[in-house]
């Protein structure tokens, strides 16, 4: 998949946590505490590093997403991909993923249909739900809802590249649970 990845422009990823600045990139997500998955110091911050170097160009033209997968927010919410940018890339591609934790914020509701909305906990879920968006929860044990499934990479070993469901209500299916995972796993408990 291609990996689309949110970052702050003028500062590295390790500063801008270190800053309190991941705001303006992840929004309101409650795992900016230390409990995000995502290891900072690895792939975002090579990345950056990259970019800095002048190492990415302009993206010429939509046709390198073409017939491919796309995963929107490696790092960083997707709600920050202007939407329109975002719907094009997505009618290219050959399939999408995506999560956002910004699913209550008013501005933000044409995403529903391309990403996920990011929940901790079962209230979180019915709340997203309630509101029209089909959910991605990250949770310490699988017991499912009855608008649930476990992910299939956890029950079949399916790759996100192979099976797209977290590609918001544009996919008709159940919602999607999956056990806690990443750097942040051991904190999962200070948001539930």
Same mark, same amino acid.
């Not at 991941?22 to 929004?27: A, L, M, P, Q, R």
């Not at 998955?37 to 800095?52: M, R, S």
């Not at 008013?106 to 901790?120: C, F, H, I, K, T």
């Not at 089909?134 to 499934?149: C, G, H, K, Q």
């Given at each position: 998949?291609?990996?689309?990845?949110?970052?702050?422009?003028?500062?590295?990823?390790?500063?801008?946590?270190?800053?309190?600045?991941?705001?303006?990139?992840?929004?309101?997500?409650?795992?900016?505490?230390?409990?995000?998955?995502?290891?900072?110091?690895?792939?975002?911050?090579?990345?950056?590093? !990259? #970019?800095?170097?002048?190492? =990415?160009?302009?993206?010429?033209? &939509?046709?390198?997403? /073409?017939?491919?997968?796309?995963? @929107?927010? !490696? #790092?960083?919410?997707?709600? =920050?991909?202007?939407?329109?940018? &975002?719907?094009?890339? /997505?009618?290219?591609?050959?399939? @999408?993923?995506? #999560?956002?934790?910004?699913?209550?914020?008013?501005?933000?509701?044409?995403?529903?249909?391309?990403?996920?909305?990011?929940?901790?906990?079962?209230?979180?879920?019915?709340?997203?739900?309630?509101?029209?968006?089909?959910?991605?929860?990250?949770?310490?044990?699988?017991?499912?809802?009855?608008?649930?499934?476990?992910?299939?990479?956890?029950?079949?070993?399916?790759?996100?590249?192979?099976?797209?469901?977290?590609?918001?209500?544009?996919?008709?299916?159940?919602?999607?649970?999956?056990?806690?995972?990443?750097?942040?796993?051991?904190?999962?408990?200070?948001?539930?």
């Amino acid at each position: 998949m291609i990996q689309v990845w949110i970052l702050v422009k003028n500062e590295s990823p390790l500063d801008a946590r270190k800053h309190g600045h991941t705001g303006v990139i992840c929004g309101t997500c409650p795992l900016q505490n230390g409990t995000c998955y995502v290891d900072l110091g690895k792939a975002p911050q090579g990345i950056w590093k !990259a #970019y800095k170097r002048g190492s =990415y160009p302009k993206l010429p033209s &939509l046709e390198v997403f /073409a017939g491919k997968t796309v995963r @929107f927010g !490696a #790092y960083g919410d997707p709600v =920050y991909i202007p939407f329109t940018l &975002l719907r094009d890339i /997505a009618r290219v591609s050959r399939g @999408f993923t995506g #999560y956002t934790h910004q699913w209550r914020n008013p501005l933000y509701q044409a995403y529903r249909g391309y990403v996920m909305a990011s929940v901790e906990t079962p209230d979180g879920m019915s709340a997203a739900q309630l509101a029209g968006w089909r959910t991605f929860r990250v949770a310490s044990n699988l017991e499912t809802s009855p608008a649930e499934i476990i992910c299939p990479n956890t029950t079949r070993g399916i790759s996100c590249h192979d099976c797209r469901l977290c590609a918001g209500t544009s996919r008709q299916a159940k919602s999607i649970l999956i056990e806690v995972h990443g750097i942040g796993k051991k904190h999962l408990s200070t948001i539930n």
